[in-house]
Structures are given as structure tokens and as C-alpha cells.
């Protein structure tokens, strides 16, 4: 079963784990969150993500990284740390999270990595749409 890490600007990352916390009563098994500070230099994070990223990340070796804007801060943190994670790990990056991306991935957590990153970006699109007065929304992120 991949890890998941969100990683963005504070206090994004903490705020989306928290609601997944609140929609699944509890915290979700092997997810993390790490909040990038405005003033923080991305290399001053390295070692926390790192840290973060060994324990999300269980014995398949397997973790999908959440980031919230493709070439900010976060983002380069979260791609210098899969480029660096040990060997016998595999991580993937995936932009633009919001909480319908994070509650479909948390639902289908236990598929393959390459799995949980489709349906990652799946839930990301499928949150997004108008919404009409006339129009009951589907409230099932799964």
C-alpha cells in the first residue's frame, strides 16, 4: 500500500490532512503532511521530507507525493526528494491537489502506486465542475 505525503505551502498541507482526518473519523494510515514555510529555503526542508517520506512509506516501498503548485517551492522540494529517495523506493509526484484528489486516493489507497496515481488525478478533475442551483452534487469521492 503506497504512502501518501502532501507537501505545499503552510498551512495547505496540514489544513488537507486534517479534513481527510475529519471525512475518514481519524487519521488515514500512512499519510503525512509537510507545510512549506513562506521564508523557508526548500534545502532547510530536506531533511524533514525526508524524514516524512520514510515513514509513510512502507515495506513495498511505495509513495505518492501530493504537491499543491507545479514549479513552487513545495513542488521542487517534493521532485528533489524523489530523485533522492533510496533506490529501493519509488515515488511519484502528482501537482494540483485539493481534497477531492486527496479523499479518492485515500479511498483507493491500497491499489498499486501507478494505480493510486491515476486515480489521484482522476479525483482531481472529477472535483472540479459548475455547479447549478438545480443540481445535487455527488458527495462520494470514491
Known sequence: MPGILIIAHAPLASALRDCAAHVYAGCP????????????PPESLMPRAQAALQR????D???LL????????PCNL???????????TTVRVVSGVNLPMLL????????????????ALAGGVRGIAELHNDETPDPSPC
Open 78 to 88: 517534493a521532485q528533489r526528494l524523489a530523485r533522492t529517495s533510496v533506490p529501493a
Open 29 to 40: 494510515h500512512r499519510l503525512e503532511a509537510l507545510d512549506v514555510p513562506p521564508d523557508a
Open 66 to 73: 501530493l504537491v499543491d503548485t507545479a514549479g513552487a517551492s
Open 104 to 119: 479518492r486516493t485515500l479511498c483507493y489507497q491500497k491499489e498499486p502506486l501507478d494505480a493510486l496515481l491515476d486515480r
Open 56 to 59: 509513510v512509506t512502507g515495506s
Open 61 to 63: 516501498g511505495a509513495a
